[in-house]
């Protein structure tokens, strides 16, 4: 596996796959990698040419301090777990690379609705962040294909939007949260809840699926506050949100007219872990 810390250096390297046609299929991660971000390498290398993964904690997206401070960081084991699945090349680069001072981090893009609910009104900034730097990445390595998890649902909405706005020569592949045996979606920032707090998160995915059960079968009114109260009926879970919206738009949904377009998202905190989950009420 090559390993890039300059931006040159990864361009350089990446011109002669591209000028020979090759497809490049792009991973970008904020390292601390478990299993989903493996997934979504293994899926890359299944098909495209050339893998490309690279790792940076994007500092513009964080919206606090302390959660940028105490994001897992965990290089020297990303590393060799990207080596074990022979992940082509991995992108490593520092702030001042991607930020160099004196230039200006702006991207001309209006999202509507799309960064305001939810993530985008908990976490003021964060998806103008992503947009940044996702935008500077996939102008780097030039891929084919772009590889997300739909954990991240809003992230990938406004992605695709971004690709779409831009008219990057991109194909933005969304991929299917992974998750532990016992349903908990795998995070780098599962690591940090304590091991009673571990055993506690297996609920969240639980009461999605009970939601997803019950859905279409009595007012999202009820359903959405039977789901607070079960979650938050462990005093260590702290619901920010619980809302049922669409697909794309991600507006809330009233009613279950458009059941096939459906979304429950959720975002809480377990102890002072933010943890996010959804689950698409239709598939
Ligand atoms: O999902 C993430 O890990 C990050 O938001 C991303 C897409 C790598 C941008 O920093």
Request: a negative charge; proline letters at 5%; glycine letters at 6%.
């Amino acid at each position: 596996m090559k390993q890039f810390t300059t931006i040159s250096s990864l361009t350089t390297y990446l011109e002669e796959p591209i000028s020979k046609g090759l497809t490049i299929g792009f991973v970008p991660t904020m390292g601390a990698l478990h299993p989903g971000h493996l997934n979504l390498v293994k899926r890359s290398k299944l098909e495209n040419d050339l893998t490309v993964c690279s790792i940076f904690v994007n500092p513009i997206q964080f919206n606090n301090a302390s959660d940028l401070a105490q994001y897992p960081r965990t290089l020297e084991l990303d590393l060799k777990l990207l080596e074990n699945i022979r992940c082509d090349v991995v992108f490593t680069p520092e702030g001042t690379e991607m930020y160099p001072e004196g230039q200006e981090n702006t991207l001309d893009i209006d999202f509507g609705t799309l960064d305001k609910v939810m993530e985008g009104k908990f976490r003021p900034g964060h998806f103008k962040g992503v947009a940044i730097v996702v935008e500077k990445l996939l102008s780097i390595v030039k891929p084919s294909r772009a590889y997300f998890g739909k954990k991240d649902y809003q992230q990938l909405a406004i992605i695709k939007f971004m690709v779409d706005k831009t008219g990057m020569p991109v194909k933005i592949v969304p991929c299917e949260t992974i998750r532990e045996p016992d349903g908990l979606a795998m995070s780098s920032r599962n690591v940090r809840l304590t091991a009673a707090e571990r055993n506690l998160a297996p609920s969240i995915y639980q009461a999605l699926v009970a939601v997803k059960e019950q859905a279409g079968q009595q007012p999202i009114g009820i359903l959405k506050e039977w789901a607070i109260d079960k979650i938050q009926e462990n005093s260590a879970m702290k619901i920010e949100y619980f809302e049922i919206g669409d697909k794309e738009t991600l507006m809330p949904v009233e009613n279950w007219d458009h059941l096939d377009r459906s979304v429950a998202f959720i975002a809480l905190f377990l102890g002072d872990v933010r943890l996010i989950d959804n689950i698409e009420l239709f598939s």
